[in-house]
């Protein structure tokens, strides 16, 4: 063989042997590779570079209604002490026997303030009475106290004389006489006189009415009236007034201001009667009428009432 073409043979062989050791390493290094080529495939080495996975909203809302659970009942609230008594008192619960206690309460507590409040009302004048006045009161009731005592002490004597006189029937006729005339006095038939007073109501404003003049006549009669003569007209136990127009009626006899009341009493208690706070004269002066008052030691009542006998009543000593 010639010389060029042993050349290229030893250099193969020269080469060979690093080849050989190469080779070794080659599939050794191969074998990595492929190994290399097996872990890193295209979808690993993409899965390296790129992010880690974020899940899919749409997974996860797909996932949602299956973990899901039953939604827990609400918890009832706590209640304080307050709120459980409003809820026991409303709305109420009434049964128709709780509705009759309470209407026969409620007319009871209406009654009972109605009588309060007249006793303050019949009060209220004493209340803000001056000492003065409430001494002329007091004075008053000690002289009707008195009138009384003496009343009583007059009919105890009457009894007296006819137990102890001798001609019985003759004192009985003098007592009989006398207290028929007395009977005539308080019944208007015949009439009167003694000391007393006047009382003159001048009313140009049409403000007094007849319950005002009533109220006079009741107050002069417990102060110990024993005969009352208005405008003409006897005023005895059955006298009635009423409104008539412009004037008032006294017993259907109309009368007009100025209205003049003739009383024959005790001075001493009539006139103070008349003033104390609160009474006659203060409710009439309230209506702007003028009241005049006057003491007289002569009071003539001549104002007469006829004899009528009454349709049921007998004496009990026919």
């Known amino acids: 063989m010639s010389e ?21 390493d080659g599939g ?9 080529g ?20 749409f997974a996860d809302a797909s ?25 026991g ?49 007091l004075d008053e009731l000690d002289d009707r106290t008195q009138r009384l005592e003496e009343e009583k002490q007059g009919l105890e004597d009457q009894r007296t004389e006819l137990e102890n006189s001798s001609d019985q029937a003759e004192e009985a006729r003098k007592q009989t006489v006398e207290k028929e005339r007395q009977l005539g006095i308080l019944a208007g038939t015949v009439a009167a006189q003694g000391p007393g007073i006047t009382l003159t109501i001048n009313d140009t404003k049409g403000a ?22 208005v405008n003409g007209v006897r005023v005895v136990a059955g006298t009635y007034l009423t409104d008539s127009g412009k004037g008032i009626s006294v ?19 009539l006139e103070p009667a008349l003033n104390i706070p609160g009474g006659v004269v203060q409710t009439l002066e309230k209506e702007q009428a003028t009241v005049i008052v006057e003491r007289a030691d002569k009071i003539i009542v001549d104002a007469l009432r006829a004899v009528k ?9 026919q």
């Open 89 to 137: 008192l409303w709305p109420p619960r009434v049964t128709r026997a709780q509705l009759i206690v309470a209407l026969l309460l409620f007319g009871l507590g209406f009654g009972l303030a109605v009588q309060v409040a007249s006793n303050s009302d019949s009060d209220s004048a004493l209340r803000g009475a001056r000492q003065a006045d409430l001494v002329r009161i």
């Open 208 to 229: 007094v009415e007849a319950d005002m003049l009533l109220d006079a006549i009741q107050e002069l009669r417990a102060a110990g009236a024993e005969a009352i003569q």
């Open 28 to 36: 050794q290094g191969n074998r990595g590779q492929e190994n290399r």
């Open 251 to 269: 017993d259907g006899n109309k009368i007009t201001q100025p209205y003049r009341f003739k009383v024959i009493g005790k001075p001493q208690d």
């Open 38 to 57: 097996q872990e890193e495939t295209p979808t690993t080495r993409l899965r390296r570079e790129l992010p880690e996975e974020v899940p899919s909203e």
């Open 4 to 24: 060029r073409d042993e050349k290229p043979t030893t250099n193969l062989r020269k080469d060979s042997g690093p080849k050989i050791g190469g080779q070794k």
């Open 63 to 87: 996932e949602e209604p299956e973990q899901e659970e039953a939604p827990a009942e609400p918890e009832a609230p706590v209640l304080t002490g307050r709120q459980r008594l409003l809820m």
């Open 309 to 317: 006998r009454p349709d049921y009543a007998r004496s009990s000593s």
